[in-house]
């Protein structure tokens, strides 16, 4: 990998460092040559901080490393992009990443829906006088309990098995919908959320 340190006349170069999961961008550090060096040396990203004068591993005091995935150089040869796993917040103020955001993948209209459920869920957990007229089909089957949940979603899981043996592909696409709404409430029912499962392939892979 050739890396231009001397393009910007003071032989650094900006690194860009993004989580290797989420692809989130969580900070923006400067390395020299000998940062680069000890960077892939260690597998701990290494930086040079202009404000200590000095090379200076991220988490060497708070034990918020960066574990390093790869490396790649831009094409004028003067900008990385480093890939790490994260130990803990990156931010030296707490934060995921640099710019306050929280550092999770997120489903996309997956994660909206399943704030739409918890809310549900909430609103079946106090009594019907106070749910302000929420009577919608989510809170019903809170109501109903654990056990119907769970029978809506075995029902919904036949339905597909169904459909996937026949030629309509809408269909098939409508009960699988059907299934991975009914999916949602039960992983709610339980206390979990995609988050949880996606922990487990993770941990898998």
């Keep these: 990998m050739e890396i231009d340190f001397n393009k910007n006349g003071d ?3 900006p690194a860009i ?3 290797n999961i989420t692809k989130k961008v969580l900070m ?7 940062a680069f060096l000890k960077t892939n040396e260690t597998g701990k990203v290494t930086f040079f901080s202009r404000t200590k004068n000095r090379l200076w591993t991220k988490g060497e005091e708070s ?3 960066l574990h390093l995935v790869s490396i790649l150089n831009d094409c004028d040869n003067d900008t990385l992009l480093i890939n790490v796993n994260p130990t803990g917040p990156t931010c030296h103020k707490g934060t995921d990443t640099c710019w306050g955001e929280e550092n999770n993948s997120g489903f996309g209209f997956l994660s909206k829906l399943e704030g739409i459920i918890g809310d549900r869920k909430k609103s079946s957990e106090v009594s019907p006088e106070l749910r302000q007229g929420d ?3 989510i809170v019903s089957l809170f109501d109903a309990g654990i056990n119907k949940i769970a029978q809506k979603v075995g029902e919904e899981a036949v339905e597909t098995v169904i459909e996937a043996k026949d030629e309509n592909n809408e269909l098939f696409l409508s009960e699988s ?3 991975l709404f009914h999916y949602l409430i039960l992983l709610q029912a339980k ?4 988050k949880d499962i996606e922990r487990v392939l993770q941990a898998r892979h």
């Design 191 to 194: 206390g979990f959320t995609l």
């Design 11 to 13: 032989g650094l170069v």
């Design 28 to 34: 923006l550090g400067y390395m020299n040559e000998e």
């Design 63 to 65: 034990g918020n490393f």
């Design 135 to 137: 009577t919608s089909y």
């Design 177 to 179: 919908a059907d299934l």
């Design 17 to 19: 460092i993004q989580d």
